[in-house]
């Protein structure tokens, strides 16, 4: 349900979006990315010790021109409390997102678990860097989210 809204919402957004040239150059893509995590500890029994989050990320491409992701990096910033912390590491993807459209990417995460505890539902915060290439160049996009750890 969560996600059907979402994607409705993406592609209105895309329905009104624009990419404009300056000094004769493409203008760089204009790129919105969010996450959600498909699966976390409440879905592992709250391990302790190793373990792999599976996150989905969804890419909206606002331009006129083809994009390519290559490379995701994730890492978590709440060292003070959460389920769990992953381990800073970057994966290599490479998939192609259509002019004006929107695609999903789903990627396993190596993290280390903290098993049942008070912190067991508390969010994690979530540093994303995602590498583009397209035919004006390489970008980045870097952004944070505040993931719930509560199961649906």
Not at 54 to 81: D, H, K, W
Not at 92 to 103: F, H, L, Q, S, Y
Request: with cysteine; aromatic share 10%; hydrophobic share 40%.
């Amino acid at each position: 349900m969560k996600q059907a809204a979402f994607a409705l919402m993406l592609l209105l957004a895309a329905a009104c979006a624009s990419s404009k040239a300056q000094n004769g150059k493409p203008a760089r893509p204009d790129v919105a990315i969010d996450v959600e995590q498909v699966v976390g500890p409440a879905q592992l029994n709250y391990p302790y010790g190793p373990m792999e989050v599976q996150y989905e990320f969804l890419i909206q491409n606002r331009s006129a021109q083809p994009i390519t992701l290559t490379r995701i990096e994730v890492s978590t910033l709440n060292t003070a409390g959460g389920p769990y912390l992953l381990r800073r590491d970057f994966y290599n993807v490479n998939k192609t997102i259509p002019a004006n459209g929107a695609d999903t990417v789903k990627l396993w995460a190596k993290a280390f678990g903290f098993g049942r505890g008070m912190r067991e539902n508390e969010p994690i915060t979530l540093r994303v860097i995602a590498y583009f290439q397209s035919p004006s160049g390489t970008f980045q996009k870097i952004f944070m989210r505040e993931l719930s750890q509560y199961p649906d």
